[in-house]
């Protein structure tokens, strides 16, 4: 994102080379615009021989399904954050197996994405949070309006491994 102005002090901020790229900084304190991507974890949460998918309350993508999970809060490590999430927006408890990939989804959005696996979840799928309906689906039942290109990537690479064993 960028500033209009100094978001420490108010002053007006000046574009500089800074670390090999021009950024945003302040002259009167010492405020740089770094601009890092912020992390965001999704879960795949497998579930009745299915996996638990949550539909869009919000835009982007408002109605479409996606991966549960959201962004980190402060001083919450990536795996807290991801069961929290899960939590907020499907009521199900998880433990996470592993982390199956750490990316970036590019276009200028500015986020690195956690992408986790659960264990089988455990409790009863209620929709909260960002969510408006949570469901468990099949393997051959998934939704055709899946929000976001890395999230369809991930579930159907998860998909496809599963397959093997
Ligand atoms: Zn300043």
Redesign the pocket.
Known sequence: MSYNN?P??T?SLVILPIGGKNRQS?Q??D?VNWDNPKPVTAVIVPMNSGIVLVKRKYEPFIGDWCLPGGFMEANESPIEGAIREVYEETGLNIEIDQLIEATSPGRNINVIILFYLSKIATGNPIAGDDASEVNCFKHNELPVNIAFDLHKRLIDNYLAKIKVY
């Open positions: 100094c420490i002090c002053t302040c009167k304190c405020f």
